[in-house]
Nanobody
Framework: QVQLVESGGGSVQAGGSLRLSCSASGRTFSAYVVAMGWFRQAPEKERELVASIRWAGGSTYYEDSVKGRFAISRDIRKNAIYLQMNSLKPEDTAVYYC????????????WGQGTQVTVSS
């Protein structure tokens, strides 16, 4: 069983920055994690993948609207990922979720509880 705990959300004015953290726990997590990612869901909108990182190799993916502004990273020793968010815009306002895909799963199969990010204009 994997548990994911996010932190770092909050309120910021447009143009500001926030850094989200996600820590994973569970026996031998690193042995079966394939990828980790950050999703977000704004009110009345579908959940979308914002950024992801492969655990082995560290290759990354970014949704078009955040390219150049957000950066995802991982710390293998700490079983953690981070999302550095710069030049925030009001449209970035959402609940941000950390998720992981483990071996044998065809999609992200463990989720955190979410953390609210609010960007005011």
């Amino acid at each position: 069983q994997v548990q994911l705990v996010e932190s770092g959300g909050g309120s910021v004015q447009a143009g500001g920055s926030l850094r989200l953290s996600c820590s994973a726990s569970g026996r031998t997590f690193s042995a079966y994690v394939v990828a980790m990612g950050w999703f977000r869901q704004a009110p009345e909108k579908e959940r979308e993948l914002v950024a992801s990182i492969r655990w082995a190799g560290g290759s990354t993916y970014y949704e078009d609207s955040v390219k150049g502004r957000f950066a995802i990273s991982r710390d293998i020793r700490k079983n953690a990922i981070y999302l550095q968010m710069n030049s925030l815009k009001p449209e970035d306002t959402a609940v941000y979720y950390c998720a992981t895909q483990t071996l044998g799963a065809d999609s992200y199969n463990y989720w955190g509880q979410g953390t609210q990010v609010t960007v005011s204009s």
